[in-house]
Nanobody, 122 residues
Framework: QVQLVESGGGLVHAGGSLRLSCAVS????????MGWFRQPSGKEREFVAA????????YYADSVKGRFTISGDNAQNTVHLQMNSLKPEDTAVYYC???????????????WGQGTQVTVSS
């Protein structure tokens, strides 16, 4: 069974940076497409970023392209989401997820973490 545990959320001023981490256990993260989703309060969950490690291709939502970067640490079996130039509209609960497929749709992901809150103040 794959387990995902996010960390690194918090409160930051607009323009600041945060790095989220997703610790993976039960399987190496490179066996999956690893994705990040977010859910603002009162809104639906939305795709943020994903990476297929076999092909090395990363995908980003247009709203975060150029500001967020997804990466992996094989030694720690951890996936990171580096978030720069944060905006108030980035405020949400951020979730890490793992999928055997490649895609941006939440229903394609088999395993989910519990989420970590990111709040960006203006």
């Amino acid at each position: 069974q794959v387990q995902l545990v996010e960390s690194g959320g918090g409160l930051v001023h607009a323009g600041g940076s945060l790095r989220l981490s997703c610790a993976v256990s039960g399987r190496t993260f490179s066996s999956y497409t690893m994705g990040w989703f977010r859910q603002p309060s009162g809104k639906e969950r939305e795709f943020v970023a994903a990476k297929s490690w076999s092909g090395g291709i990363a995908y980003y939502a247009d709203s975060v392209k150029g500001r967020f970067t997804i990466s992996g640490d094989n030694a720690q079996n951890t996936v990171h989401l580096q978030m720069n130039s944060l905006k108030p509209e980035d405020t949400a609960v951020y979730y890490c997820a793992a999928s055997r497929a490649i895609g941006r749709v939440a229903s394609m992901y088999d395993y989910w973490g519990q989420g970590t809150q990111v709040t960006v103040s203006s």
